[in-house]
Protein backbone atom coordinates (compact mmCIF):
# COMPACT_ATOMS: atom_id res chain seq x y z
CA UNK A 1 0.00 0.00 0.00
CA UNK A 2 1.35 3.42 -0.74
CA UNK A 3 0.85 6.83 0.51
CA UNK A 4 -1.36 7.87 -2.05
CA UNK A 5 -3.60 5.18 -1.79
CA UNK A 6 -7.35 6.16 -0.87
CA UNK A 7 -10.29 4.15 -0.14
CA UNK A 8 -12.17 3.70 -2.98
CA UNK A 9 -15.73 5.33 -4.04
CA UNK A 10 -18.92 3.34 -2.34
CA UNK A 11 -22.17 3.14 -4.35
CA UNK A 12 -24.93 3.03 -2.18
CA UNK A 13 -28.67 2.19 -3.33
CA UNK A 14 -31.84 3.80 -1.13
CA UNK A 15 -33.63 0.49 0.36
CA UNK A 16 -36.83 0.17 -1.19
CA UNK A 17 -40.31 1.49 0.51
CA UNK A 18 -42.08 -1.02 -0.54
CA UNK A 19 -40.72 -5.23 0.11
CA UNK A 20 -41.09 -8.08 1.78
CA UNK A 21 -39.90 -8.28 5.33
CA UNK A 22 -36.87 -10.08 4.01
CA UNK A 23 -36.13 -8.21 1.39
CA UNK A 24 -36.44 -4.78 3.46
CA UNK A 25 -34.23 -6.56 5.86
CA UNK A 26 -31.29 -7.04 3.51
CA UNK A 27 -31.83 -3.89 1.85
CA UNK A 28 -31.65 -2.13 5.02
CA UNK A 29 -28.71 -3.64 6.61
CA UNK A 30 -26.76 -3.40 2.93
CA UNK A 31 -27.48 0.53 2.82
CA UNK A 32 -25.78 0.71 6.42
CA UNK A 33 -22.77 -1.28 5.24
CA UNK A 34 -22.37 0.91 2.46
CA UNK A 35 -22.65 3.98 4.37
CA UNK A 36 -19.96 3.00 6.55
CA UNK A 37 -17.89 2.46 3.14
CA UNK A 38 -19.08 5.26 2.22
CA UNK A 39 -17.25 7.70 4.94
CA UNK A 40 -14.37 6.40 4.06
CA UNK A 41 -14.18 6.70 0.66
CA UNK A 42 -11.18 9.12 -0.94
CA UNK A 43 -9.40 8.57 3.07
CA UNK A 44 -5.79 7.83 3.02
CA UNK A 45 -4.94 5.24 4.99
CA UNK A 46 -3.07 7.54 7.45
CA UNK A 47 -6.57 9.37 7.66
CA UNK A 48 -8.62 6.40 8.31
CA UNK A 49 -6.52 5.81 11.43
CA UNK A 50 -7.11 9.09 12.77
CA UNK A 51 -8.67 9.43 16.12
CA UNK A 52 -12.13 10.92 16.99
CA UNK A 53 -11.24 13.34 19.82
CA UNK A 54 -9.39 12.24 23.28
CA UNK A 55 -10.20 9.94 25.29
CA UNK A 56 -12.01 8.36 22.17
CA UNK A 57 -9.83 5.85 20.62
CA UNK A 58 -12.38 4.76 17.75
CA UNK A 59 -11.14 5.81 14.16
CA UNK A 60 -12.51 4.82 10.69
CA UNK A 61 -10.57 1.75 10.18
CA UNK A 62 -10.90 0.60 13.46
CA UNK A 63 -14.70 0.68 12.82
CA UNK A 64 -14.66 -0.94 9.46
CA UNK A 65 -12.23 -3.51 11.26
CA UNK A 66 -14.71 -4.04 14.25
CA UNK A 67 -17.88 -4.60 11.72
CA UNK A 68 -15.88 -7.09 9.88
CA UNK A 69 -16.04 -9.02 13.43
CA UNK A 70 -19.37 -8.71 14.11
CA UNK A 71 -20.22 -9.20 10.58
CA UNK A 72 -18.24 -12.79 11.42
CA UNK A 73 -19.25 -13.17 14.55
CA UNK A 74 -23.36 -12.70 13.93
CA UNK A 75 -23.58 -14.05 10.44
CA UNK A 76 -21.11 -17.10 10.28
CA UNK A 77 -20.29 -18.28 14.09
CA UNK A 78 -23.82 -17.79 15.23
CA UNK A 79 -26.57 -18.20 12.43
CA UNK A 80 -24.00 -21.25 10.22
CA UNK A 81 -22.61 -22.47 13.46
CA UNK A 82 -18.93 -22.20 12.46
CA UNK A 83 -16.09 -21.46 14.64
CA UNK A 84 -13.62 -19.28 13.92
CA UNK A 85 -11.51 -16.96 15.16
CA UNK A 86 -11.91 -13.15 14.71
CA UNK A 87 -9.24 -12.22 12.41
CA UNK A 88 -7.96 -8.65 14.28
CA UNK A 89 -8.96 -9.65 17.94
CA UNK A 90 -9.12 -13.14 18.78
CA UNK A 91 -9.09 -12.38 22.62
CA UNK A 92 -11.80 -9.88 22.11
CA UNK A 93 -9.79 -6.96 23.80
CA UNK A 94 -10.81 -4.59 21.70
CA UNK A 95 -7.50 -4.99 18.97
CA UNK A 96 -10.11 -4.42 16.25
CA UNK A 97 -10.07 -0.81 17.20
CA UNK A 98 -6.30 -0.17 18.86
CA UNK A 99 -4.29 -2.01 16.53
CA UNK A 100 -3.89 0.52 13.69
CA UNK A 101 -0.35 1.37 13.43
CA UNK A 102 0.78 -0.97 11.62
CA UNK A 103 -3.13 -2.18 9.97
CA UNK A 104 -3.34 -2.09 6.33
CA UNK A 105 -5.99 -0.33 5.56
CA UNK A 106 -6.46 -1.33 1.90
CA UNK A 107 -6.57 -5.08 3.03
CA UNK A 108 -8.55 -4.55 5.94
CA UNK A 109 -11.84 -2.65 3.46
CA UNK A 110 -11.23 -5.83 1.01
CA UNK A 111 -11.32 -8.23 4.39
CA UNK A 112 -14.46 -6.11 5.39
CA UNK A 113 -16.10 -6.50 2.19
CA UNK A 114 -15.59 -10.26 2.11
CA UNK A 115 -17.04 -10.68 5.26
CA UNK A 116 -19.91 -9.41 4.13
CA UNK A 117 -20.20 -12.38 1.00
CA UNK A 118 -19.63 -14.85 3.51
CA UNK A 119 -22.31 -13.63 5.70
CA UNK A 120 -25.19 -13.14 3.05
CA UNK A 121 -23.71 -17.15 1.87
CA UNK A 122 -23.93 -18.15 5.67
CA UNK A 123 -27.71 -17.17 5.93
CA UNK A 124 -28.99 -17.37 2.09
CA UNK A 125 -30.56 -20.97 3.08
CA UNK A 126 -32.34 -20.07 6.20
CA UNK A 127 -35.80 -18.82 7.16
CA UNK A 128 -36.18 -15.22 8.95
CA UNK A 129 -37.84 -17.70 11.84
CA UNK A 130 -35.09 -20.35 12.21
CA UNK A 131 -33.82 -19.99 15.89
CA UNK A 132 -30.06 -20.59 15.96
CA UNK A 133 -28.15 -21.29 19.17
CA UNK A 134 -25.66 -18.99 20.86
CA UNK A 135 -21.86 -19.18 20.71
CA UNK A 136 -20.77 -16.77 23.13
CA UNK A 137 -20.82 -16.87 27.32
CA UNK A 138 -24.63 -17.22 27.18
CA UNK A 139 -25.72 -20.82 25.29
CA UNK A 140 -29.21 -19.95 26.84
CA UNK A 141 -30.06 -17.09 24.67
CA UNK A 142 -30.99 -18.35 21.43
CA UNK A 143 -32.25 -16.07 18.71
CA UNK A 144 -33.90 -16.32 14.99
CA UNK A 145 -32.37 -15.27 11.69
CA UNK A 146 -34.78 -12.13 12.10
CA UNK A 147 -33.13 -10.78 15.20
CA UNK A 148 -30.00 -11.07 13.70
CA UNK A 149 -30.57 -8.89 11.07
CA UNK A 150 -32.51 -6.18 13.11
CA UNK A 151 -29.45 -5.98 15.94
CA UNK A 152 -26.93 -5.81 12.87
CA UNK A 153 -29.07 -2.77 11.32
CA UNK A 154 -29.12 -1.90 14.95
CA UNK A 155 -25.40 -1.88 15.19
CA UNK A 156 -24.45 0.05 11.66
CA UNK A 157 -26.94 3.05 12.47
CA UNK A 158 -25.14 3.76 15.61
CA UNK A 159 -21.64 3.32 14.14
CA UNK A 160 -22.21 5.21 11.72
CA UNK A 161 -23.16 7.96 13.97
CA UNK A 162 -20.03 7.02 15.24
CA UNK A 163 -18.15 7.34 11.51
CA UNK A 164 -19.92 10.52 10.41
CA UNK A 165 -18.47 12.57 13.63
CA UNK A 166 -14.83 10.96 12.90
CA UNK A 167 -14.90 12.35 9.13
CA UNK A 168 -16.51 15.50 9.75
CA UNK A 169 -13.12 16.19 11.89
CA UNK A 170 -11.01 15.13 9.40
CA UNK A 171 -11.83 17.01 6.17
CA UNK A 172 -15.38 18.54 6.87
CA UNK A 173 -17.30 16.23 5.16
CA UNK A 174 -20.41 15.52 6.41
CA UNK A 175 -24.03 14.05 4.82
CA UNK A 176 -25.90 10.85 4.74
Not at 55 to 61: F, I, Q
Request: charge should be negative.
Amino acid sequence: MTEAWTAPQAERTGPGRILGERQALEAWLDFHRDTLLRKCAGLTAGQLKERAVPPSRLSLLGLVRHMTEVERWWFRIHAAGTDMPFPYDPDQTGQDFEALDDADADANIEAFRQEIEHARAAVAGKQLDDVVPSHGDHPERTRDIRWIYLHMIEEYARHNGHADLIRERIDGVTGD
